[in-house]
C-alpha cells in the first residue's frame, strides 16, 4: 500500500457499496468537503481527512443499530490503515462508540457532523433555499429553537467546539465556508 491510499475513488465506491440513500449520500459529501476545507486550514492532509470524512457514516445505512461497530470491520476487511478506522469509529463517541476523538481530525469530524445537518436545514427554509448566502448568525438563530431540525444534537457541536477550543460561531462559519465548495452537490447551490 503506497501512501496514496486509500484514494478518494476507493472511498467513494465502498459508500455507494453500502449507501444507496441519496440524503445519506449528500451527507458524506458535505462532512468531506468540510473536513477538506479543515485540513487546508490547520495545514493537514486534504486527501485523507476527505476520505474519512466521506466514508464516516459507511454503516448507517445497512446497519443502523451497529452504527460504527461495523464500520471498523468493513474497513478491516477491506484493509484500510487504523489511523483511518479508528477517526471514522471516533465521531460516534457517547453515542455509539467508546473511542474518544483525541487528534485535531477526530475532533474537527466529531464536531462537525451534526453541524452539517443543521446547516442544510438552516438553507432549506431561506428563500433561496441555498447555502451560499447563508450566515453563521442565522443557523445560531435556529440552533435555540430546539424543535427546529430537533434530530440534530447541539450537544455533541457545544463538546466538539470545545474540544478544537473554538467559538460556536467560528465554527458554524468554517463549515458553511467548507460545503459551498460542494453546494451545488448538495443542491443547495
Given at each position: ?25 449528500k ?102 433555499k ?30 466538539g ?10 465554527l ?18
Amino acid at each position: 500500500m503506497g501512501e496514496e491510499w486509500p484514494t478518494r475513488e476507493q472511498a467513494f465506491e465502498l459508500l455507494k457499496r453500502y449507501t444507496s440513500n441519496e440524503g445519506l449520500i449528500k451527507h458524506a459529501i458535505a462532512v468531506e468537503a468540510v473536513m477538506r476545507h479543515f485540513a487546508r486550514k490547520f495545514g493537514e492532509d486534504e486527501e485523507k481527512w476527505g476520505v474519512i470524512g466521506l466514508v464516516h457514516d459507511l454503516d448507517y445505512e445497512k446497519f443502523p443499530d451497529q452504527h460504527c461497530q461495523k464500520s471498523r470491520e468493513i474497513l478491516e476487511a477491506e484493509g484500510w490503515p487504523e489511523e483511518y478506522i479508528r477517526a471514522v469509529v471516533s465521531h460516534g463517541w457517547g453515542l455509539c462508540s467508546d473511542i474518544k476523538p483525541e487528534t485535531t481530525l477526530e475532533k474537527v469530524l466529531y464536531a462537525v457532523d451534526e453541524l452539517t445537518g443543521l446547516i442544510v436545514a438552516s438553507a432549506l427554509v431561506r428563500p433561496s433555499k441555498s447555502i451560499m448566502d447563508l450566515k453563521a448568525k442565522s443557523v445560531k438563530k435556529k440552533w435555540k429553537d430546539k424543535r427546529f431540525a430537533a434530530g440534530v444534537d447541539r450537544g455533541v457541536i457545544e463538546k466538539g467546539a470545545e474540544m478544537l477550543e473554538m467559538d460556536l460561531g467560528e465554527l458554524i462559519n468554517e463549515t458553511i465556508t467548507g460545503m459551498r465548495q460542494v453546494a451545488p452537490e448538495l443542491g443547495l447551490g
